[in-house]
């Protein structure tokens, strides 16, 4: 297992055997040997190797109970419609949700300031694949084929309001029945979680 794991860390960093070994004061032939299952670091080493890539000497020896599998979702800067989802290259990052997630998922970077203060340029929300929202959640939109839109939706008999909890910088707008079909206003998800980075 530490041989795996040991790998695993250094590749992930994007260092050499030379260069691990040169860190961990050691020829890089050590290295090699304990990659190989050949032989094994003291504990002091090993404590060493831990500290450096900060994990746990259980988790390098595989003590620690296994980590619930995640699914990466892109997140994406921007969506415009005409281009499947699937299909978008402004990749910014990637975010990770629980396997247990049912559904289509993809999270977004806001941007602008008129979902604050709940909602700040920056964030990163993730999105459950929807074509429809009750009223009164957040959603991203897609409103004239422009570039989607994040707002808290209130569907009425009449039409959808698009509301941005920043009223100093986005009025509520209406959209009747006819300009949802005809403009058109097309809801591709709803707002499911937010995540910020401190």
């Keep these: 297992m530490l041989a795996k794991k040991l790998k695993e860390l250094r590749e992930t960093k994007g260092m050499s055997q030379a ?26 080493l090993l404590q060493k190797i831990a500290d450096y890539f900060h994990v746990t000497t259980d988790a390098l020896l595989g003590r620690e109970a296994p980590r619930k599998k995640g699914v990466r979702i892109p997140v994406l800067g921007s969506i415009v419609a005409g281009i499947p989802i699937e299909a978008i290259e402004e990749i910014l990052g990637w975010e990770e949700i629980p396997e247990s997630m049912a559904g289509e998922y993809f999270a977004l970077r806001v941007k602008g300031h008129s979902m604050e203060p709940k909602y700040l340029e920056g964030d990163t929300v993730i999105v459950r694949k929807e074509s429809t929202v009750d009223s009164g959640r957040v959603a991203i939109v897609l409103v004239n084929g422009d570039e989607a839109t994040m707002k808290q939706v209130m569907i009425s008999p009449e039409g959808i309001t698009l509301i941005g909890y920043n009223a100093l910088v986005y009025e509520p707008h209406f959209y009747s029945n006819n300009d949802v079909q005809t403009l058109p206003v097309r809801i591709i998800g709803e707002v499911v ?6």
Excluded: F, G, H
């Excluded at 691990?20 to 890089?28: G, Y």
């Excluded at 979680?193 to 401190?198: A, F, P």
């Design 193 to 198: 979680e937010l995540r910020r980075k401190i």
């Design 19 to 44: 260069e691990l070994a040169n860190i961990l004061d050691v020829a890089q032939q050590t290295v090699a040997s304990w990659e190989k299952e050949k032989s094994s670091p003291n504990y002091d």
